[in-house]
């Protein structure tokens, strides 16, 4: 393995099972692991067999983690960042780590495999040919109701986020904007056993 690269590595959204082959090859290769939360990637290691040393890298701290990973970079290690659940950096932390990175002139390796919208959107029996992600819905009622008449004249599959504790807040508020012409697909849990 080429040292000094930052490895982008997609982990399980629910099945520990999903890991892939190269994923694991590369968790076991690099120097340290940069984790939205150490304690969760601990648990995925821990059920991998694999020990290496972890840092934080997470939306609170992501452009100290930045620096960090770059120093790790320029001393000629390896580091592979990833999230709690799928592919960093989609509506995960990463980007000032990706971005910082590039600047400074290192290849960033993406390590593709589990992605929730792309998993989703395959169990959800809706068109796929167009689809835009829009990552998390606002979080108040007002916000989600302007961003929800924005899409009144919207034809692709829309696949957004949201939270388990607004999640009947939000559909009823998609309800109070766009009525009952559109057909819906709330998903979670999409690879537990």
């Given at each position: 393995?080429?040292?000094?690269?930052?490895?982008?590595?997609?982990?399980?959204?629910?099945?520990?099972?999903?890991?892939?082959?190269?994923?694991?090859?590369?968790?076991?290769?690099?120097?340290?692991?940069?984790?939205?939360?150490?304690?969760?990637?601990?648990?995925?290691?821990?059920?991998?067999?694999?020990?290496?040393?972890?840092?934080?890298?997470?939306?609170?701290?992501?452009?100290?983690?930045?620096?960090?990973?770059?120093?790790?970079?320029?001393?000629?290690?390896?580091?592979?960042?990833?999230?709690?659940?799928?592919?960093?950096?989609?509506?995960?932390?990463?980007f000032h780590v990706s971005k910082q990175v590039s600047?400074?002139?290192?290849?960033?390796?993406?390590?593709?495999?589990?992605?929730?919208?792309?998993?989703?959107?395959?169990?959800?029996a809706l068109p796929t040919d167009r689809f835009i992600?829009?990552?998390?819905?606002?979080?108040?009622?007002?916000?989600?109701?302007?961003?929800?008449?924005?899409?009144?004249?919207?034809?692709?599959?829309?696949?957004?986020?949201?939270?388990?504790?607004?999640?009947?807040?939000?559909?009823?508020?998609?309800?109070?904007?766009?009525?009952?012409?559109?057909?819906?697909v709330v998903a979670r849990e999409l690879t537990k056993?």
């Amino acid at each position: 393995m080429p040292e000094n690269q930052l490895y982008v590595v997609a982990t399980p959204i629910g099945n520990l099972a999903d890991i892939t082959i190269r994923a694991q090859e590369i968790l076991e290769s690099v120097d340290i692991i940069a984790a939205e939360d150490t304690r969760h990637t601990k648990r995925l290691l821990n059920h991998l067999g694999i020990t290496k040393p972890l840092m934080a890298a997470h939306d609170h701290n992501e452009a100290g983690a930045a620096e960090q990973i770059v120093a790790k970079l320029k001393a000629g290690e390896s580091v592979a960042l990833v999230s709690d659940a799928g592919t960093p950096l989609i509506a995960d932390p990463g980007f000032h780590v990706s971005k910082q990175v590039s600047e400074a002139g290192f290849n960033i390796v993406p390590v593709p495999g589990a992605c929730a919208v792309i998993t989703a959107l395959c169990a959800a029996a809706l068109p796929t040919d167009r689809f835009i992600f829009d990552g998390f819905l606002p979080p108040k009622s007002k916000a989600r109701k302007d961003y929800f008449s924005s899409l009144a004249n919207e034809e692709r599959t829309l696949v957004v986020y949201e939270s388990p504790h607004r999640i009947l807040d939000s559909l009823k508020d998609l309800a109070e904007v766009l009525g009952g012409g559109k057909e819906l697909v709330v998903a979670r849990e999409l690879t537990k056993t």
